[in-house]
């Protein structure tokens, strides 16, 4: 194919399954993955798709494989530098003429690159979405030789100021569109709720009546678990235990590309640092990843995973996000990312290959006032908008909800991402389908014991801490409780009979069904809602 010289639309004068198995088989596949097809048809037969599907899902075919079709450059807007790297580099590699627009280029490339972008020499051009604030820039091009029949938005969540990860520089996207217009638009996320998914479409501009696909969420090749841990030690055999069953002894383990990986993230940077020596001296073969490390060294990183030279990532959220490796065997998080979103997200790297794979989630009392303090944490010496501070606090709540619930944990997922369809019944293969909650039931009358729950904090409503109530209702004198005279109120010692740390869980299934709220400070207090 001669670059910028695009033929006539193949799809519009030829049988369209002979075109698509063509684009197929010229991006190097053999043959569709289950709902695959149907995008692509659904994207050139109505001009508009918003896929769901989730990581690992093959969303990207789902723009190229339209790239090869239509006449003129498609552009695809993505904020993962990697992921425009890696797709760049295959398309390339298959004889496509691609490329990307990013930051990382210098000055002199970046000119002459768009200068063979404006002359239609690409099928594909990936653009990182911060380009598109560019008056300038989106101006030009709408004069693109060949036009822009196709514009495809990855990571199209970002939009939603009410997803887990708004990108306002996705705002600019929807201005795109209306300059451009283009024939066809998709747009894809691998994690969008109904609402989310409704408010992608007002954002870029789309009619009401977009197809919306939603497809493949249903991973039953993954063992989901979660945990509530009792410190770091509990913590730390935990995840040395599911490491050992997924990928074996770390000293005799045969290594490499196709004998798995794990990811293990951590909340914070430090943390990364710290569980990467641990799991250095115990004999795995790691590598260290976030934010806080120099391009050179996340590089370096990057390709100790990929080309598997470590057996574990320890990292922040920063990694994983366009990283292409389909053995990894497990995906430990050591605590709760901010939603179910982002948590379905990261554990969804693992098992891509179809094999079996574990997710285990770490998380504890304490995840939950130190979730709403980051929260309430002012940036830049402004207070977050309270609004939003709720709306993230409540799909905090959710995910926590998750872990602590009595339902299939695939079911559960399937269920909060709106794909009933794909629900399993249970999928034997999760801790709660696997296992009977021993202690977990409740005696008697599970209204009262609410009732009696929400009177201890309503007893010290405002003034003290969980703990503080733990006190109250087990009937533990304590000279604060005795100096309010609290210790001979009706609610204390109400619970005596269980012990505190039951009664402590209690109270957190309070928080999580919305009846008491965190303050957010240092020494967070709980008050009832």
Known sequence: ETPGRAPLNEFAVHDPSDVLDDALHRLGYASFRPGQREAIETLLDRGRALLVAPTGGGKSLCYQAPALLLPGTTLVVSPLIALMQDQVGALQARGVAATFLASTLDAATARARFGSVMRGEYRLVYVAPERLANAEFRTRLAQLEGGVPLVAVDEAHCISEWGHDFRPEYLQIGELIRELAPAHVLACTATATPVVRDEILVRLGLPADTPQLVRGFARPNLSLRAVEVEGARDRERR????????????????????????????????????????????????????????????????????????DVVCATNAFGMGIDRADVRAVVHLGPPGSVEAYYQEVGRAGRDGADALGLLCWSQQDLPLRRRLLERPLEDSAPDPEVVEHKWNLFLELIRWAEGGSCRHDAILRYFGDEAETLAGCGRCDVCTSIDEGGAVDGDATELARILLSGVARLNGRFGLKQVVRLLHGEPEERLERLGLTQVATFGRLKDRPADWIQRALARCVTAGWVQFSGDEHPVVRLT
């Open 239 to 310: 995840v040395d235990a599911v490491l050992a069953e997924a990928l074996g002894d770390p000293r005799t383990r045969t290594a490499g590309l196709g004998h798995g990986a794990g990811i293990v993230y951590a909340p914070t940077r430090r943390q990364a640092e710290e569980e990467g020596a641990r799991l250095a001296d115990a004999g795995w073969r790691t590598a260290v990843y976030h934010a806080g490390l120099d391009p050179a060294r996340r590089a370096q990183a990057q390709a100790a995973f990929t080309t598997g030279h470590a």
